[in-house]
């Protein structure tokens, strides 16, 4: 006998249990289905996110970056350290912990708001009476079957691999394999200079690793705002991570211990290297393998999303899609707000979710963060703009902290003076960039900024300064 939900959510992920826990907050009896296991055998909620993706990423990089530091960063402040060692199993001990205690907290938020929680693949049915019925499938367990009104997809996406070479998470690496390497490899090689390439990049030579990145683009970053972009550049090549751009990989053979990636240069000259591991970071797709759409019709894209309109509605009634497997941004922060949305449009709200300002963070050191327009986006449309920057190496926290690589850039229009986009480079810019989001929501002057006061000394002086420069009048450079 099935029971019976108002709300469905199908993937544990940050769209799918924010969207439950909203679901309940608004009173609707909620299930919420997630197939991710610990080593115990017991529910992982959390997703991609929390267990093979931005929580033990950022576990490591603070781990890696205290390593690096005790190294090579703390005599200058007068600290001596002897007897440096890395103990890689206790730094793996502490991420796996970090992530069980993620896993935790969203757990207690499902019996907080009475959530009921199901462990297992999902898959629909078919229609039935009071909605659309939903077997949830489980080895070891006998299958179980539930009833939504609505159902919220949110499934999220899978790592891509390179043709003819598939993920053995031994040698050749996905996110996964990547996070739970044993040792340091010596040599490592990652295939794409994007977010997740460069963050486990950035991991793995802070411990010792020789670490050589291939991109496939002519341009670093090519996302990013250009001024932003050469920052970053400078500074992970002062660092030694080796990055080559314009690549095609052509081969890729695994050995016994190592991995030979051959491909051609940007000037179509072949090249070979050996290596002892290789992530692959090349993108995501999105994950509707199970689901049996054809039962029910979903509409899915030919690139594998499942097609909804603006407000998260595929083409059946009652149906709603998020996150990673529709379109837009593969971010878990546009999840989690797409997530609320629906729920809210579920009871008859009229929330709204605004891509123009969700915010990118690259989590490196330097850190990374942008939202709006870049520089060159806003030259190719034609758009009269203005723009300010100013330098970390001019402000009074940075020269305190020690780390003032980078800047931030203000670009305005201009006409009205309206930001149109902010983008910085330096440190913890993934904090910083909060109140320049906040700024775009209430469309917000460059002038604006400028005008308000910031505490002193802080990072976020910066931005004040560069919202100065856009007028031309900064204070400090």
Request: include cysteine; aromatic fraction near 6%; hydrophobic fraction near 40%.
């Amino acid at each position: 006998m099935s029971k019976n939900f108002d709300v469905v959510v199908i993937g544990g992920g940050p769209g799918g249990y924010i969207a439950a826990i909203r679901a309940a907050q608004l009173g609707l009896s909620v299930a919420a289905i997630d197939s991710w296991q610990n080593a115990k055998g017991g529910s992982a909620l959390g997703g991609t996110c929390t267990n093979v993706g931005c929580i033990p990423s950022k576990a490591l990089l603070q781990s890696s970056e205290h390593f690096e530091m005790a190294g090579h960063g703390f005599a200058e402040h007068g600290i001596g350290v002897e007897g440096l060692k890395l103990d890689l199993a206790q730094m793996q001990k502490r991420k796996d912990k970090v992530v069980q205690q993620n896993n935790d907290g969203i757990t207690y938020l499902y019996k907080k708001n009475k959530i009921t929680s199901f462990l297992g693949l999902a898959a629909f049915v078919g229609k039935a009476e009071g909605g659309y019925e939903v077997k949830v499938t489980r080895a070891g367990a006998p299958d179980e079957s539930i009833v939504g009104k609505h159902i919220i997809v949110a499934t999220g996406s899978n790592p891509r691999a390179l043709p003819g070479a598939p993920f053995d998470e031994n040698l050749i690496l996905s996110n996964t394999g990547a996070l739970a390497i044993g040792a340091v490899p010596k040599k490592l090689c990652l295939v794409g200079a994007g977010v997740i390439g460069l963050e486990m990049g950035s991991v793995w030579r802070r411990l010792g690793s020789e670490v050589t990145v291939l991109e496939a683009l002519p341009a670093f970053l090519g996302a990013v705002d250009e001024q932003v972009a050469k920052e970053a550049r400078k500074a992970f090549d002062k660092q030694g991570l080796s990055i080559t751009l314009g690549v095609k990989i052509t081969k890729v053979t695994s050995g016994k211990n190592e991995v030979t990636v051959e491909y051609d240069d940007a000037d179509g000259k072949a090249q070979k290297g050996t290596f002892d591991r290789l992530i692959v970071s090349i993108g995501r797709v999105p994950n509707t393998d199970g689901l049996n759409v054809v039962a029910v019709g979903l509409s899915i894209d030919e690139r594998g999303f499942v097609v909804v309109d603006g407000d998260c509605k595929t083409n059946l009634e009652n149906v709603w899609a998020i996150g990673d497997v529709v379109r837009g941004p593969m971010l878990a922060h546009k999840a989690e707000e797409e997530g609320v949305a629906v729920a809210e449009r579920i009871v008859g709200q009229k929330p709204h979710v605004d891509f123009n300002t969700v915010p990118w963070v690259i989590y490196t050191h330097p850190e990374i963060a942008w939202v709006g327009q870049t520089e060159q986006a806003l030259k190719a449309s034609g758009r009269e703009y203005k723009a300010g920057s100013f330098p970390f190496m001019a402000n009074g926290r940075a020269r305190a902290l020690g780390d003032t690589t980078g800047l931030v850039k203000v670009i305005a229009d201009a006409k009205t003076d309206e930001i149109l986009g902010v983008h910085m480079v330096g440190p913890n810019v993934s904090e910083l960039i909060a109140e320049a989001v906040v700024a775009m929501e209430f469309k917000a002057s460059a002038e604006d900024i400028a005008r308000i006061c910031h505490a002193h000394p802080s990072l976020s002086e910066a931005t004040k300064e560069a919202a100065l420069a856009v007028d031309k009048r900064t204070l400090n450079f």
